[in-house]
């Protein structure tokens, strides 16, 4: 059986698969050469994609014999995962393989606006000695919300509590007895406004939807705390890229971390580049090292698995 991988995939799980006896093709651009990639779907029993890959109406037209369909990732907003199953075609994620670089990715961003580390060095270097410049604030006694509450948001808290944190979270699907208010300490809220308004970080752990759809926005915005950050790891397009510039530059908020975007990468001209209080990270919170090798080993798993006429707990549809 052939394999098509058309983003980049970490070579262990290509091994796997080879290891297995399928014949794998890989071309981490693939997903930038549509015409190209659409003329060779028909040719494989498998296709496995990253978050740029448009799996849509013309791509499953096209793959006449795919099986299944392999997501590095959690995020589905680029697969019409509606239609793969009116094809019977399953779909599966990567499923908590990132969530702990994805935490630890939010911890590293609170740290960074806590502690002016990398500014103080740069002082330093240019023959300075200014203490009291760079003394920077704790994290013990601030408040994190968490909007969305599932397994990221779990691994985010556990970690943030460990630094004397509050932390509060806002999602409608999480009912008052759930593991994540229970047993993580979470401190659940009824209603974003609230969340928004007491909080000195908040991180958001939700997919992009047509009610998520910038979700955060100048009205959001104007209920935070002018020292207060917003850090987004989840997906481009929660968050109005607008009214976050407009909000930093007016002091609304202190300043925002955004891994995720609209549209990526940015342009030479983006208005992101008027504001250094705006972090612009390249896609990156769950692709350290250890979760590149987790997510192309799982998926090289279950994609193993559905091939074989076995169950997959990380099927989507």
Same mark, same amino acid.
Request: proline content about 3%.
């Given at each position: 059986?052939?394999?098509l991988?058309?983003?980049?995939?970490?070579?262990?799980?290509?091994?796997? @698969?080879k290891?297995? &006896?399928?014949?794998?093709?890989y071309d981490?651009?693939?997903? #930038?050469?549509?015409?190209e990639?659409l003329?060779?779907l028909?040719?494989?029993?498998?296709? !496995?994609?990253?978050?740029?890959?448009?799996?849509?109406?013309?791509?499953?037209?096209?793959?006449?014999?795919?099986?299944v369909?392999?997501? @590095?990732?959690?995020?589905?907003?680029? !697969?019409?995962?509606?239609?793969?199953?009116?094809?019977?075609?399953?779909?599966?994620?990567?499923r908590?393989?990132?969530?702990?670089s994805?935490?630890?990715y939010? $911890?590293?961003?609170?740290?960074?606006a806590?502690?002016?580390?990398?500014?103080?060095?740069?002082?330093?270097?240019k &023959?300075?000695?200014?203490?009291?410049?760079?003394?920077?604030?704790?994290?013990?006694?601030r408040?994190?919300?968490?909007?969305?509450m599932?397994?990221?948001?779990?691994?985010?808290?556990k970690?943030?509590?460990?630094?004397?944190?509050?932390?509060?979270g806002?999602?409608?699907?999480?009912?008052?007895?759930?593991h994540?208010?229970?047993?993580t300490?979470?401190?659940?809220?009824h209603?974003?406004?609230?969340?928004?308004?007491?909080?000195?970080?908040?991180?958001?752990?939700?997919? $992009?939807?047509?009610?998520?759809?910038?979700l955060?926005?100048?009205?959001?915005?104007?209920?935070?705390?002018?020292e207060?950050?917003?850090i987004?790891?989840?997906?481009?397009?929660?968050?109005?890229?607008?009214?976050?510039i407009?909000?930093?530059k007016?002091?609304?908020?202190?300043g925002?971390?955004?891994?995720?975007?609209?549209?990526?990468?940015?342009?030479?001209?983006? #208005?992101f580049?008027e504001s250094?209080?705006? =972090?612009?990270t390249?896609?990156?919170?769950?692709s350290t090292d250890?979760a590149?090798?987790?997510?192309? @080993?799982?998926i090289?798993?279950? =994609?193993d698995?559905?091939?074989?006429?076995?169950?997959? @707990?990380?099927?989507?549809?």
């Amino acid at each position: 059986m052939k394999i098509l991988v058309t983003e980049m995939m970490w070579n262990d799980g290509i091994e796997k @698969l080879k290891q297995k &006896g399928y014949e794998v093709d890989y071309d981490l651009e693939l997903s #930038r050469k549509r015409e190209e990639l659409l003329g060779l779907l028909p040719n494989y029993d498998a296709v !496995i994609v990253r978050n740029e890959t448009k799996v849509d109406t013309e791509f499953l037209d096209a793959a006449k014999k795919a099986q299944v369909i392999g997501r @590095l990732g959690v995020g589905l907003d680029n !697969i019409d995962t509606k239609q793969a199953a009116e094809r019977g075609i399953p779909v599966i994620s990567a499923r908590n393989a990132n969530a702990t670089s994805v935490a630890e990715y939010v $911890l590293s961003c609170m740290l960074d606006a806590s502690r002016p580390i990398r500014q103080a060095d740069v002082d330093v270097k240019k &023959g300075n000695w200014n203490r009291a410049l760079f003394t920077g604030t704790e994290l013990n006694g601030r408040v994190l919300g968490l909007i969305g509450m599932g397994e990221i948001s779990h691994r985010v808290a556990k970690r943030a509590q460990a630094f004397g944190m509050e932390v509060v979270g806002y999602d409608p699907f999480v009912a008052p007895f759930d593991h994540v208010v229970q047993e993580t300490g979470i401190k659940q809220v009824h209603e974003l406004g609230e969340l928004l308004k007491h909080s000195d970080f908040i991180s958001l752990h939700i997919p $992009l939807t047509k009610d998520t759809k910038h979700l955060i926005n100048k009205e959001a915005f104007s209920i935070m705390k002018p020292e207060a950050y917003i850090i987004n790891s989840a997906r481009g397009g929660i968050v109005s890229e607008e009214d976050v510039i407009e909000a930093v530059k007016d002091k609304q908020i202190a300043g925002a971390y955004l891994d995720v975007l609209e549209s990526e990468p940015i342009t030479d001209s983006s #208005r992101f580049a008027e504001s250094e209080n705006i =972090i612009i990270t390249p896609h990156i919170a769950g692709s350290t090292d250890e979760a590149q090798s987790r997510t192309a @080993l799982l998926i090289a798993e279950e =994609i193993d698995k559905v091939l074989n006429g076995q169950k997959s @707990l990380c099927r989507v549809n």
